[in-house]
Nanobody
Framework: QVQLVESGGGSVQAGGSLRLSCAAS????????MGWFRQAPGKEREGVAA???????VYAESVKGRFAISKDHAKNTLYLQANSLKPEDTAMYYC????????????????????WGQGTQVTVSS
């Protein structure tokens, strides 16, 4: 059974940083993409960043240059380093893992991912 557990969320002021973690267990599709998504109240879930086994990454335009996704294969843990945070980054952040190959825009599409964590809240105040 695949389990994804996020941690590291919290409340910060604008300009601050957070490091989100996602511990994965039971996930056997390690060569496929894993990603971070977020959902603010009243909005659709949106892709933030994704990474595959080989280190290929993709980012949403809104976070390019501020966020960095990485993966520790030995620890089966996915990370999201979020810097220069803005109030509009406030959302519930979810870790997700795919069970099939992804490419192009599929990599940041929520419907492409099979497994999901419970989420960790990020709140950025101005």
């Amino acid at each position: 059974q695949v389990q994804l557990v996020e941690s590291g969320g919290g409340s910060v002021q604008a300009g601050g940083s957070l490091r989100l973690s996602c511990a994965a267990s039971g996930y056997t599709y390690s060569s496929y993409y894993m990603g971070w998504f977020r959902q603010a109240p009243g909005k659709e879930r949106e892709g933030v960043a994704a990474i595959d086994h080989y280190g290929t990454t993709v980012y949403a335009e809104s976070v390019k240059g501020r966020f960095a996704i990485s993966k520790d294969h030995a620890k089966n843990t996915l990370y999201l380093q979020a810097n220069s945070l803005k109030p509009e980054d406030t959302a519930m952040y979810y870790c997700a893992a795919a069970s099939r190959p992804l490419w192009g825009t599929l990599r940041l599409s929520a419907t492409s991912y099979t497994y999901w964590g419970q989420g960790t809240q990020v709140t950025v105040s101005s």
